[in-house]
């Protein structure tokens, strides 16, 4: 008994030589000694994590593997892939344990699922990043969710602290969100689904809304000295690394209309990081420093995580190299050469003119602009696959140097004939008539091609805007200058470049094309045409204009 005792603890300890055999006087001596031994380790088993019991399970079904891990003089990893943290993440079983030993860590497996059982499942992959990531706001321990449902959080637009609230305040409005969710239903299911549409509403529905009228009521008679003294102190300390006390400016009806929309947002951004479509930091560029501008960002882009998670972002606006901090900023504009787009000056008309990038020849500057454009675009998808495109970036220059004002894309062989495949106008220079030139310019380019071009769609919600006004004013200035009697869209398509779907979807939103006795006619609408020349006059001599005759470009040949 004594040798076999020795035997056992040679073979529990880690890096021993055994062999892992025993002398078997009886089994039923055995089997005395491994239930001891079971009962004995029964606590330190249950401390076992799941991953950790799979991996030992595993290792009873390959004894092999596990003589050869014994051997090894560097600890085990654990499934993750990090070195375990403590002894309690590493299998000390032997390979030829009892069945009574093995019954023991299937019980530990079982009760450690239970106690997992209630925990949402995360992602392996996500597991360490999750706690290395922090939450920008200042002070805050990345604990807690504005939801109430989650843990931790990664962004501020799940962060308690951020919104003037704590973790356990956010667990509590949880729980009443969820009361009144429950209400709702359960009225809408004593509602008779037979009602008729348009039915009167209810007498409590009418007490409902009589107490929300007079609850609004006071929500417009101001602040009171002494809060707005407790607002500005609170403006003044924190700025804008919280939000704003919101308590008094309104009714508490409409504040906690506000909080729940509030917290089913954050919701949302929360399920679709879990699923992987946004990355923890993805949304945290709230800002970018660009030339003298500093510009807030409407939607993701995919900046690499270490200049993600950081709020601001600095970017060269020649040669649109973006950095950590101003101080790097600072030193490399001190020694950065570049003071206009890379590539072919193809246009210059005063100070506004128009580079030719190819993709293939400027990689980094294609997909640095890229990622630029994507933080005020919400359809593109087009960040690294530059080289079978072609940029045209527009610049409005002065004495430091040209400013990027806005650019498109071009494929350079599209089948489908498209002249624009995205299209951005930088927000410094918005609702000044840039957008149009650029729209201009592209179909330009087609006239000169000899082709008849259309944007790649989707479109943008400002795209389509400024796309719909530029082919309303193409074609009221053709209908103006037009002295025949007869019109034909193909001609009008051949002249102007414009595509003819896009024609007849612009004169159809203007109510200029009929159909009468079989045909399809255009109207002349001589009141349309006369408003537009009325501005064309107010407008005056425009410097934002394309010039045909400032044009210096042939069409690229084959790439």
């Known amino acids: ?243 704003p006390l919101l308590e008094n400016i309104t009714s508490e009806y409409d504040l906690e209309l506000f909080r729940k929309a509030q917290a089913r947002a954050s919701e949302d951004l929360e399920k679709l990081r879990i699923q992987g479509q946004i990355t923890e930091g993805s949304n945290m560029i709230k800002t970018i420093l660009f030339g003298r501008y500093e510009l807030d960002t409407w939607y993701h882009s995919p900046y690499p995580e270490e200049y993600a998670r950081l709020g601001r972002l600095y970017v060269c606006e020649f040669c649109l190299k973006y950095m950590k901090s101003q101080t790097i900023l600072r030193r490399h504009m001190a020694k950065c050469v570049w003071k206009h787009p890379p590539g072919d000056e193809v246009y210059r008309k005063g100070a506004i003119s128009v580079f030719e990038v190819d993709g293939k020849k400027n990689k980094i500057y294609c997909q640095n602009l890229c990622l630029l454009a994507k933080l005020f675009l919400d359809h593109k998808t087009l960040y690294y696959d530059v080289e079978p495109f072609l940029f045209y970036v527009m610049t409005e220059a002065d004495n430091t140097g040209c400013h990027l004002v806005g650019y498109f894309s071009k494929e350079k062989n599209s089948f489908l004939n498209y002249n624009v495949s995205c299209i951005l106008t930088m927000p410094q220079y918005m609702r000044q008539g840039f957008g149009k030139m650029l729209i201009d310019f592209s179909y330009l380019l087609s006239k000169v091609e000899e082709k008849v071009g259309s944007p790649e769609r989707p479109l943008s919600d400002l795209g389509l805007i400024s796309y719909r006004s530029y082919w309303k004013e193409v074609l009221l200035r053709y209908m103006y200058n037009f002295q025949g009697k007869e019109i034909s869209i193909k001609e009008i398509s051949q002249e102007t470049a414009v595509n003819p779907v896009d024609i007849v979807s612009t004169l159809q939103s203007l109510q200029m094309l009929k159909y009468w006795k079989g045909k399809h006619l255009v109207l002349k609408r001589q009141d349309l045409i006369d408003e537009w020349k009325a501005k064309e006059i107010k407008r005056g001599n425009s410097n934002k204009t394309i010039d045909p005759s400032s044009l210096k470009w042939t069409p690229p040949k084959g790439t």
Request: hydrophobic content about 15%; charged content about 35%.
């Open 1 to 243: 008994m004594p040798r076999r005792r020795q035997v056992r603890t040679n073979r529990h300890m880690p890096g021993s030589g055994s062999d892992g055999t025993e002398d078997s006087d009886s089994s039923a001596e055995r089997e005395q000694t491994n239930s001891s031994e079971s009962d004995g380790n029964m606590p330190k088993r249950q401390r076992l994590t799941r991953a950790s019991t799979r991996l030992s399970q595993s290792s009873q079904d390959a004894p092999d593997l596990k003589r050869a891990a014994d051997h090894d003089e560097s600890p085990p990893l654990t499934p993750t892939g990090n070195a375990p943290s403590s002894e309690s993440e590493l299998d000390i079983s032997s390979p030829n344990a009892s069945h009574d030993e093995s019954q023991a860590k299937d019980q530990a497996n079982r009760d450690s699922d239970k106690d997992l059982s209630h925990r949402p499942k995360r992602r392996r992959c996500h597991e360490t990043y999750n706690f290395n990531m922090k939450c920008p706001t200042p002070g805050c321990n990345s604990l807690g969710h504005l939801t109430g449902k989650h843990e931790r959080h990664f962004a501020v637009s799940g962060c308690p602290l951020y919104h003037n609230l704590s973790a356990d305040e956010c667990k509590v409005k949880a729980v009443s969100r969820e009361k009144q969710e429950e209400e709702v239903k359960a009225q809408e299911e004593n509602h008779s689904r037979h009602a008729t549409r348009h039915q009167t509403p209810t007498s409590k529905q009418s007490k409902y809304k009589e107490q929300v009228a007079e609850i609004r009521k006071g929500r417009n008679s101001g602040l009171p000295k002494e809060q707005k003294e407790k607002h500005m102190e609170h403006r003044q300390t924190h700025g804008n690394t919280r939000e």
